[in-house]
């Protein structure tokens, strides 16, 4: 089972899990989405997002894209240990992601 930062794992029908590492505001509801980006916060912290659009700090086309953002995103970063049992993803997902890391951080 997933730590506290998620309530489930997601399974396909046929039983598969499937994660998509730094995911953005892509994602799909059948995949265990996971970010570390300002969509995948705001959409956990919804008060949040809420004094955002108040403060004016999100446009019209940030707010729809936010609202298509599957709403059990996990936000987690991924230089730590990743918040599932080992051996738990049949599928493991992740674009323009790797380039995001520093030296450093990759090889931890």
């Known amino acids: ?34 970010d570390f980006g300002p969509y995948a916060t705001l959409k956990r ?22 609202a298509e953002v599957d709403p059990e995103i996990i936000a987690w970063d991924v230089r730590k240990p990743l918040p599932l049992p080992a051996e738990t993803c049949d599928v493991v997902y992740h674009s323009n992601l790797i380039e995001h890391l520093t030296r450093t951080s990759a090889s931890l």
């Open 45 to 66: 912290r919804p008060i949040v997002a809420i004094a955002v659009k108040l403060l004016g700090l999100m446009n019209a086309e940030r707010r729809q894209r936010l």
């Open 1 to 34: 089972m997933f730590t506290h930062h998620a309530s489930r794992i997601k399974r396909t029908p046929d039983g598969r899990v499937l994660l998509n590492l730094g995911c953005g505001a892509v994602t799909h509801p059948a995949w265990n989405n996971l």
